[in-house]
């Protein structure tokens, strides 16, 4: 084909001169060695197919911001990719339905191994559907693949994404890790125009499905199935993948097995005491089994406990008392009074009476709740102990310190043999008895105990787990009554910070730590003017007198 004058003109006005339109024409030429003209062609006729195939209602795949030229240009490439590797076109589908953002080698890897299982499962029954072919990959919770087998194909396939820019290189990791490191991230237009490309290629039904179902099994088995601190980076590195899975839940027919995903994501937020973050997420969980097994079924009562949990850490009590007194009642009907979820939800309603200030109603359900544990479960239990320590909570909140004391002390020693000393539990028990200390007048033993737990839960949650600052504040306010209000106030003004900085400056956490903070510049001022009046007293009967004299 001749190739005119003008015909770079006639390009850039028919991309609209978008610069990121422009770079994938370019790349695309570059590559192929087709002329301008010949591009422009081509250009044309895919813009005159997809006024074809496009429905005139809104389009979920479609930003208003996105412009038909890059979805045009995109997918001529696209198209180029499928006809010379197949497996670089699977893994870009794949792609389409997880975030656009922090795209590990692994994630590369992973697609490409499932691609794999669906070639094996296609050739052996000529089965299609997306929704019956199995997974495994065979890795552990350390984000290691056990075989390299096909390790040079997967570079290939990658090669031919970055090369035509459907991929950038955010990093290369640490050094150590080689190509393993690798991340890279995809141009927010760019992933949009992937999945238009998905959604209205001829075979989109199977094609469309089978995308949504690799990119689930892919973020499904990189999640970590254990939630715990040594697997705590690796949930943070998928996190953002795994809350997104719910979107496409419905085109793969996922709906139950993204839920139980979404549920070690809210385990993974919850362990961290991110408490906004989980709330989105156990509200996905929720609307996911309601569609799938209605209201009344045991797995959405659970999802719905856990988010009366959700609300109950973020101070709105109301919201918590009410869900969770429903979750009771339903539990009743269907499991009956004696089980275990049954128990377990009569204990967290117990816990908002309690923060409501709902004392004679919290310890009646408390003590229900530790005799039928006892009764059931056993003295050793973990689930025992903790009713037991929670029966403590509720004496202590009655000024009945002597007895909390008591409990305390049997419930420590327990959890120290039962879940070891660095369990949060036996931490948590550990705080408990400091603020008994407290309440009695102990201060010494008070102090020694509060800074203890301060370094276990630092060590074991983190700086800004919620658990930690709570103790931040403790030690805090134990310093006030040992008159170390310089360090006391160090402190306060820390947990201010973080809470405002976590919780939002309207949680009660929040404003309980302004009030602080101002009690500790009251009681300062009080300090330095006692320490004024004492040194410049004259009468010779007091202290001041005599430093003076001296």
């Known amino acids: 084909m001749r190739q005119g004058p003008d015909d770079l003109t006639k390009l850039l006005t028919e991309l609209e001169w978008l610069p990121l339109a422009i770079s994938q024409a370019a790349t695309y030429i570059g590559t192929t060695k087709l002329s301008t003209a010949e591009y422009l062609e081509k250009l044309r006729g895919k813009k005159r197919r997809r006024g074809v195939l496009q429905r005139p209602q809104h389009d979920r795949y479609r930003r208003s911001q996105a412009s038909n030229s890059v979805l045009d240009t995109w997918s001529i490439s696209i198209g180029y990719i499928r006809q010379h590797s197949e497996m670089a076109y699977r893994i870009l589908t794949a792609l389409a339905y997880i975030d656009n953002q922090n795209i590990s080698h692994e994630i590369i890897v992973q697609a490409a191994q499932v691609d794999r299982q669906y070639k094996s499962a296609d050739q052996n029954s000529g089965d299609l559907n997306p929704v019956t072919v199995s997974h495994g990959s065979g890795r552990d919770d350390t984000g290691e693949s056990d075989s390299d087998d096909g390790e040079e194909e997967v570079i290939a396939a990658r090669t031919w994404l970055v090369s035509f820019s459907f991929l950038t290189f955010r990093n290369w990791g640490r050094a150590s890790q080689g190509r393993a490191g690798c991340i890279y991230d ?67 027919n996922g709906e139950e097995p993204v839920s139980s995903l979404l549920s070690r994501v809210s ?23 309601e569609r799938v097994f209605g209201s009344k079924h045991i797995s959405t009562l659970s999802s719905r406990a856990r988010l009366a949990v959700t609300y109950h850490e973020q101070g709105r009590y109301s919201e918590a008392e009410s869900i969770k007194t429903e979750v009771l009642q339903l539990r009743r009907g269907v499991l009956g009074e004696n089980h275990k979820d049954t128990i377990w939800s009569l204990a967290e309603l117990a816990a908002t009476y309690h923060r409501q200030q709902k004392y004679d109603k919290a310890e009646k359900i408390k003590t229900k709740v530790l005799q039928l544990r006892q009764q059931i479960l056993g003295k050793k239990h973990e689930d025992t102990i903790r009713s037991m320590a929670s029966l403590a909570s509720i004496y202590h909140a009655q000024k009945r310190y002597s007895e909390a004391k008591k409990i305390y002390d049997e419930v420590l020693q327990l959890q120290r043999d039962v879940l070891g000393p660095k369990h949060p539990n036996t931490i948590e028990s550990m705080a408990s008895l400091a603020s008994t200390y407290y309440a009695l007048g102990m201060f010494e033993e008070d102090e020694e105990i509060s800074f203890q737990v301060l370094r276990l839960r630092k060590e074991v949650l983190g700086d800004k787990h919620p658990d930690t ?16 209000y310089e360090e006391a106030r160090e402190l306060d003004i820390q947990v201010l910070h ?26 300062m001022v009080i300090g330095e003017q006692r320490i004024l009046e004492a040194v410049s007293c004259p009468c010779s009967e007091c202290e001041g007198g005599a430093v003076a004299e001296q």
């Open 186 to 252: 995809m141009h927010k237009l760019v992933h949009e125009a992937i999945a238009n490309h998905v959604h209205f290629h001829h075979d989109k039904r199977s094609n469309e499905a089978r995308s949504a179902k690799t990119a689930f099994e892919i973020i499904d088995d990189l999640f970590p199935k254990v939630v715990e601190r040594s697997t705590w980076s690796l949930c943070e590195r998928y996190l953002r993948h795994a809350q997104r899975t719910e979107e496409w839940a419905r085109v793969h």
């Open 267 to 289: 385990d993974y937020l919850s362990a961290r005491g991110r408490w906004k973050e989980r709330e989105l997420v156990d509200l996905k969980i929720v609307n996911l089994r």
């Open 469 to 484: 600052i709570q103790s931040m504040e403790s030690l805090a306010t134990t310093y006030y009554k040992r008159k170390r």
């Open 498 to 523: 973080l809470r405002g900085e976590l919780l939002g400056k309207n949680h009660p956490a929040t404003i309980q730590s302004e009030k602080s903070l101002a009690e500790s510049y009251k009681f």
